[in-house]
């Protein structure tokens, strides 16, 4: 029996709790990509830059916010900044819509046009980041850091397995939950809400019906920009800020909006869990849970591992082409222009 | 004689930049009242109709309604000015519910739009069975009623139909020109363009015939089915 | 369009003249390094260490007669052989560069000095190249590097754990040739001592998330964690993971994972972990340490001393040979480097120009404690370290 | 071409001499050979995308398969490699292979969905288990093989110039294999999807250590030309560059770089011939046709998917050729190196900023491009200064933007796409 717990909560430490977290992320990510593809047609390209932005403001902020002082307890005071981080990126991408992506709109360019204006877009905000805050590495994380750590809880359960709980992963987790909650909510409840889903089904009969096309795209890249920053803060709370690995985070993004299918809010979110998952399970060596499990003369001597770390990422890639090859707009059927 | 609900005049116009479609076509519907479109195919059916709701460019001619000039309008601004217009294909939101597809073709108003929900759902009382379905899941016949409800959401004065019976069965076809009598009864004016010529000119008061964007042949439906040269020409016999 | 060719072509114009200009006047040396790109975090750190000995040189006003000397630093991008060749082709035929402090990552290091150092005569110092590859390339006698090669190094790492009594490990490295270079040069000196290693695991700097990685290592157990990376990409992540899951607490650190800002984001985790990095003594490193914190640059950045000494040992060899041509003064390096002769130290280069002057013999110790072994690297005396309340102490020297 | 083609040309041309004539003749033809290089990778874009509006995000994958293949060509076999493991790693391979084939054979067959998809699923989890039971120990045997410098198989130890063929050649089967899974995808499916296999063939050049020694890098690749300090030995050389009045060094630097210019001009001209031909040909009317109205063209009875395929294949086996120069050129196979925004993002800016559609504008956008990827860093560090001349010494924003100042480079690549897809959306030479 205790082997059983054993085995069951050395899974849980390293292999559920940090893909769940890492599948949030990616999850809260992908929706942003997944909206942008559903409402204005086109992959944006530019949306791990959007994160990096949002996370930048969100960072400037809250460096603003301990020079005077303000923290916020056990919680990051990161937290505190997210909505003012959220705001600013809401501008720079209104802004950077008016300035640019209005213009094809208007046009009535085709899809991969704007997928092509977004790279150069992804340019720019690269190269804006950097300018701002720097290259390097930033940690902003501050608060409480763990909400039970492996000691205590080998301590307290007297296991030979620790089961940590990073308070980060824990607020990743819980803020994840909400944003999709409130996502779901508006636009399921609500008149805009239901408004943008009507738009992204049929664009001409939304037109008919009276639905304001700009007001449309406006309220999308406010809650794209809400998407990215909190995806963006989270992930750099729970790791750390730097603009490289942001650009980065943009492939398995991709991988977990096409799986889930683009354009499917759902389909974004099961994508971005199945992508976290894949990485970390393919990749797990089993041995710890199955020396657990396993009677003694059964006991691996190997790793049992299915490949590699090396090729952790491709892993997530040749589930993506699996999933394509078999369902090719992904799990949740998603669109295609 | 007061001037019709709706008159589209003289029209001349086409796609964008294009050559001309329309050659000085004029479409008119009285309160109440059915209007049918017919012809032979490309003579400019349904451009014609695009025409009075403003989808594409006039060089002449005006569409009045309620004797207002509404010639300069947006598609969108005749919305608010009490048309409707049910096209031929994609005229539902797939993925939403059935009444989420009612509530969007009344985003405009603002107010309670129950009673109106209500009588849609009198109107096709199927739809409210299938209320809390996705409309794309629909059958061809029911995702007709969902677009001509989704229509009537803004309680226009006129509804335009763009072949409301393609694609679907004779039995639901008759069904649905039933409903389209009663929605006329209830003082709607109905413009409408069909290929069941026959069909369509024996519930209308008003036909049209148009050939290469013009008016060839008008009347009411009984005159023209009446006619031989149209029937032979356009209904087949 | 023809317009924003035509204003390129007169700003570059323009650009090239401002720079043709200065052909004459001070020594120039180049920096290159991967201001962007995948090590473009560290690099600034780099640079400041090289400017900051080319900037103590000078204002000692000692070198050749009062000649200043000039950094120009250009970008190799780090991936980008091609971008790197024509920035160092730049620095060598329109800037005249005398030599090249750099370049970082060891593929653009090797294209540079196969494409524009060998074929110019060129003198290249690398402050971080540790491939054991480069050890073997052709290069006439025109490449140096302070960095140690990864082979010696994974030697003295296992004697460090073995002498600890451990002989169980997981391994972990960056997917790049350093990691690769020191986990096989490591792991083939633990066996041959007698040690297991459990699991070797890559892991990719400037990814997302390390979770499977670290998953795997704690499957596989050991009683420490050997980490071949570097402080501020994956090798840190996968620390930062370890730690917060409990999966190892002790980590064994080679010189690219050691520096205090590693230790001071991660605080009281890292202790009882320890490790090795090249030096004889940790004077050097002190009053380096200070030097560049007042500078504004941070110092336990990973191969800012290497940078440092890098820059000095350049100047020094130009001095001693009189001469800014890499003919003359290639050869003086190891002279420079090695004993005999007074011991050098971080701040002291206006003491060893004057040594030079009068033709004393020196042994340049620098930030790192450089000694260098054919065919013209780091020879690797490495100390030993152990991380005790939140701070790097020396605890041995190999 | 037109006359705004010769007038862009003759620009591009001229800002070549006006860097060498500023910055040195060394460094221009730098910039000309990798230009050549980009070009031809840019043509091998433009037959994809201007050719059949194939928007392929994976160019990556195919210029590092053109690398992989001068390292399997022209280095010398590694005899200990191939003795330790050589022929049992062929073996397992081919089993890989044979499970592979296998299991599309199966998943063709018109048998009960269920008990279909079981068996393939069980053949290839299988499989897998074999595949890796007959591979690891021959790759381990390889491995172990002088690690730090071999560790791998080795090439064919043939002329170096042969491996840009072959290099075309890899990336054309690796393009086939790809297209005929890939190319039934949609829009932007296929665009990620083609971007992910860029990531898997970099994965395994990084790992497969007995293939191309993986991360470790394999440097000093035999050129084709010979070396500078041989020249500079060379009286004969040092004597005919007295002539010139030049000094053995820069003579040497200079005709190296002239002598890859030939040859990689050569390679171009062909490619570009090629292209055009093919452009006006009714293959290249069709493919436009295809890519204006697939749905029109299918009607009419065009195979599009094969189209594509031919297509897909083509570019791809360009890119390939253009991997294999650059690698050439570099004298070195670093896979650690291939990064989607250098190898296929930039690809695509120097397609759309010359002209998508168009031959002769996807080459310029090649050239273009490269000089301002090369220039912008000299010139950005300029401007810096030019801004910040103004500003005390020690300020800290003088400080911050002279530092920033390489982070131009990515910036200005942005700002230039985005102003020609404004203001010249079909790019400086729109295709006709």
């Known amino acids: 029996m205790t082997d059983f717990l054993n085995a069951i909560v050395a899974l849980s430490n390293f292999v559920l709790i940090p893909g769940a977290a890492y599948g949030a992320q990616l999850a809260l990510g992908a929706l942003g990509v997944t909206l942008i593809y559903g409402i204005l047609r086109f992959s944006n390209f530019a949306h791990g830059d959007t994160m990096a932005f949002g996370t930048m403001a969100t960072i400037l902020v809250t460096w603003g916010l301990q020079s005077i002082g303000i923290s916020f307890g056990f919680l990051p005071t990161a937290l505190i900044a997210l909505p003012i981080g959220i705001a600013i990126t809401g501008l720079l991408l209104l802004g950077t819509d008016r300035a640019i992506y209005r213009f094809y709109r208007k046009q009535k360019a085709a899809p991969v046009v704007l997928v092509i204006v977004s790279i150069g877009v992804m340019f720019v905000m690269n190269g804006l980041v950097r300018f701002i805050i720097g290259v390097g590495d930033v940690n902003f994380a501050d608060g409480a850091r763990f909400v039970i750590n492996a000691r205590e809880f080998k301590e307290m359960t007297g296991l030979d397995e620790g089961l940590a709980l990073r308070s980060t992963t824990l607020i990743t987790l819980v803020t994840a939950a909400i944003a999709v909650a409130l996502l779901f909510w508006f636009l399921n409840k609500t008149r805009t809400g239901k408004s943008m889903r009507a738009f992204s089904d049929n664009e ?85 849970v199955l020396v657990y499990l396993m009677p003694e003369n059964l006991e691996p001597s190997g790793l049992v591992q299915l490949l590699s770390t090396d090729y952790k990422f491709a892993v997530s890639f040749a589930i993506l082409i699996i999933v394509l090859l078999f369902k090719p707009t992904g799990l949740f059927k998603g669109q295609s222009v | 004689m007061a001037e019709p609900h709706l008159i589209g005049e003289a029209m001349t116009g086409g796609y964008g930049r294009g050559a001309d479609i329309l050659h000085g076509c004029t479409l008119s519907v009285d309160k109440g009242e059915i209007a049918v479109i017919v012809g032979p195919n490309g003579a400019g059916k349904s451009t014609a109709m695009k025409a009075v709701f403003g989808m594409l460019n006039l060089r002449s001619g005006s569409v009045r309604i309620g004797g207002e000039d509404i010639t300069h309008l947006s598609p969108q601004d005749r919305v608010a000015k009490g048309m409707a217009f049910v096209p031929q294909t994609s005229n539902i939101f797939p993925s939403m519910t059935v009444e989420e597809n009612l509530e969007m073709g009344a985003f405009l108003r603002r107010d309670d739009i129950r009673p109106t929900i209500e009588q849609v759902y009198d109107l096709f009382p199927i739809l409210r069975d299938k209320r809390r379905q996705a409309a794309g899941e629909l059958s061809g016949g029911q995702r007709q009623q969902v677009a001509v409800g989704r229509a009537l959401m803004t309680q226009p004065s006129v509804l335009m139909l763009d072949e409301p019976t393609a694609g679907v069965s004779p039995i639901v076809m008759d069904e649905l020109f039933d409903r389209i009598i009663e929605v006329a009864r209830a003082g709607i004016t109905i413009l409408m363009v069909e290929q069941n010529a026959r069909q369509a000119l024996e519930i209308a008061d008003t036909g049209y015939v148009l050939v290469q964007g013009a008016n060839a042949y008008t009347g009411t439906g009984a005159e023209l089915m009446a006619d031989d040269e149209v029937r032979r020409t356009f209904l087949g016999g | 369009m023809k317009k924003l060719l035509l204003a390129s072509a007169a700003t570059a114009l323009v650009a090239g003249t401002a720079m043709a200009e200065s052909h004459s006047g001070p020594v120039k040396i180049g920096i290159i390094l991967g201001f962007t790109g995948p090590l473009e975090s560290i690099t600034p750190d780099m640079a400041g260490g090289a400017e900051l000995a080319i900037n103590e040189v000078n204002e000692t006003g000692a070198f050749m007669g009062g000649t200043t000397i000039e950094a120009v630093r250009a970008d190799s991008t780090c991936i980008d052989s091609a971008a790197a060749t024509a920035a160092a082709e ?77 002989s169980e490990v997981a391994l ?92 001071d984001d991660l605080g009281s985790g890292l202790d009882g972990s320890f490790g090795q990095l090249p030096g004889s003594d940790s004077e050097g490193t002190a009053i380096f340490q200070e030097m560049a914190t007042g500078a504004g640059i941070n110092p336990t950045g990973i191969y800012t001393g290497e940078s440092y000494d890098a820059a000095a040992l350049m100047i020094l060899a130009m001095a001693k040979a009189g001469s800014t041509s890499a003919s003359d003064y290639a050869g003086e390096i190891m002279d420079i480097a090695n004993a005999p002769g007074e011991q050098i130290l971080p701040g002291e280069l206006g003491r060893a120009l004057e040594l030079i002057e009068a033709g004393e013999e020196i042994d340049y110790v620098g930030a790192t404690a450089v000694e260098f072994i054919e065919p013209g690297e780091s020879a690797g005396t490495f100390k030993e370290i152990e991380i005790k309340d939140g701070a790097i102490e020396t605890v041995g020297f190999r | 071409m037109t006359a705004r083609g010769f007038l862009l040309y003759a620009g591009m041309a001229l800002l070549i001499v006006l860097t060498g004539v500023f910055q040195g003749w060394n460094l221009a ?47 010398p076999p590694v005899v200990e490699g191939w003795n330790a493991g050589g022929l049992r790693l062929l073996g397992a391979l081919a089993l890989g292979a044979a499970v592979l084939i296998a299991a599309v054979q199966v998943w063709k067959r018109k048998i009960g969905g269920q008990m279909r998809a079981m068996v393939m699923l069980a053949l290839l989890i299988g499989g897998f288990f074999l595949f890796r039971a007959a591979l690891d120990p021959a ?254 010494a020690d300020s800290w924003l003088r400080g911050h933007l002279t530092d920033s100042a390489a982070q131009m480079r990515l910036m200005t690549m942005g700002i230039i796409l985005l102003a020609v897809l404004r203001f010249s959306p079909k790019g400086l030479m729109p295709e006709r």
């Open chain 3, 172 to 263: 972990t490295y960056t997917n790049n040739d350093y990691g690769k270079g020191l986990a096989d040069s490591f792991q083939k000196a633990f066996e041959a001592d007698g040690g297991s290693v459990t699991i070797t695991a890559a892991h990719e700097d400037g990814k997302a998330d390390y979770s499977a990685e670290v998953a795997s290592l704690a499957s596989a157990g050991g009683e420490v964690l050997v980490v071949a990376g570097y402080t501020d990409q994956g090798g840190k992540g996968i620390i930062q993971a370890s730690l917060d899951s409990g999966a190892f607490d002790t980590f064994v650190l080679p010189d690219g994972m050691i520096g205090q800002q590693i230790v």
């Open chain 4, 29 to 75: 033809l730098t910039i000309l050979n990798m230009g050549l290089i980009s070009a031809i990778m840019s043509l091998g874009v433009n037959l994809q995308w201007g050719f059949a509006g194939l928007f392929n995000v994976g160019v990556m994958g195919f210029v590092a398969l053109g690398g992989l293949a001068a390292v399997l060509v022209a280095q």
């Open chain 4, 139 to 392: 790759v381990n045997a390889i491995e172990a093989i002088n690690p730090s410098l071999s560790g791998y198989l080795g090439g064919l130890g043939l002329p170096v110039i042969v491996a840009w063929p072959v290099g075309g050649l890899l990336a054309a089967g690796a393009a086939w294999i790809i297209g005929k899974a890939a190319l039934g995808l949609r829009s932007d499916y296929l665009a990620i999807a083609t971007l992910g296999i860029a990531e898997i063939v970099i994965a395994v050049l990084k790992n497969e250590d007995w293939l191309s020694r993986g991360v470790k890098n394999v440097v000093g690749l035999p050129r084709p030309v010979p070396y500078e300090v041989d020249l500079q030995r060379d009286a004969g050389f040092v004597e005919a560059a007295a002539g010139y009045g030049l000094d053995p060094v820069t003579a040497s630097t200079l005709w190296v770089k002239i002598l890859y210019s030939g040859l990689f001009a050569v390679v171009l001209i062909a490619i570009l011939f090629l292209a055009q031909r093919a452009l006006a040909s009714p293959w290249g009317r069709m493919m436009r046709a295809i890519r204006d109205n697939e749905i029109a063209a299918s009607a009419m009875g065009k195979n599009v998917t094969a189209r594509h395929l031919q297509v897909f294949i083509l570019g791809s086996a360009v890119c390939g050729i253009a991997g294999a120069m650059m690698t050439t050129l570099d004298g070195q196979l670093t896979p650690g190196s291939y990064q989607p925004l250098r190898f296929t993002f930039l690809v695509w800016v120097m397609v759309i900023v010359g002209g998508s559609g168009n031959n002769y504008g996807a080459v310029l956008g090649g050239f273009l491009i490269w000089w301002l990827w090369v220039m912008v860093e000299p010139l950005g560090l300029w401007a810096m200064e030019l801004i910040t001349s103004g500003m005390a």
């Open chain 1, 204 to 288: 001409d009969l939304a037109l008919l019906s009276g639905i304001n096309p700009e007001r449309v795209v406006a309220v999308t890249w406010l809650i794209v920009a809400a998407l990215a920053t909190t995806a963006g803060v989270l992930y750099g709370l729970d790791k750390s800020f730097k603009a490289f690995t942001y650009f980065q985070l943009l492939l398995p993004i991709f991988a977990a909006a096409i799986v889930g299918g683009l354009g499917n809010p759902l389909g974004a979110i099961a994508g971005g869990f199945v992508i976290a998952f894949s990485e970390v399970l393919i990749t797990y060596a089993w041995k710890k």
């Open chain 3, 90 to 166: 730049r620095l060598v035929t329109n800037d005249g560069v005398a030599g090249i402090m750099g370049a970082d990552c060891s593929g653009v290091t090797g294209a540079i000095l196969q494409n524009v150092a060998r074929a110019n005569g060129v003198v290249m110092i690398s402050p971080s190249a540790t491939s054991p590859a480069l050890s073997e390339a052709e290069d006439d006698g025109m490449f140096f590097r302070t960095a140690p090669s990864d082979a010696r190094q994974g030697e003295i790492m296992s004697q460090v754990i073995m002498d600890r009594g451990i």
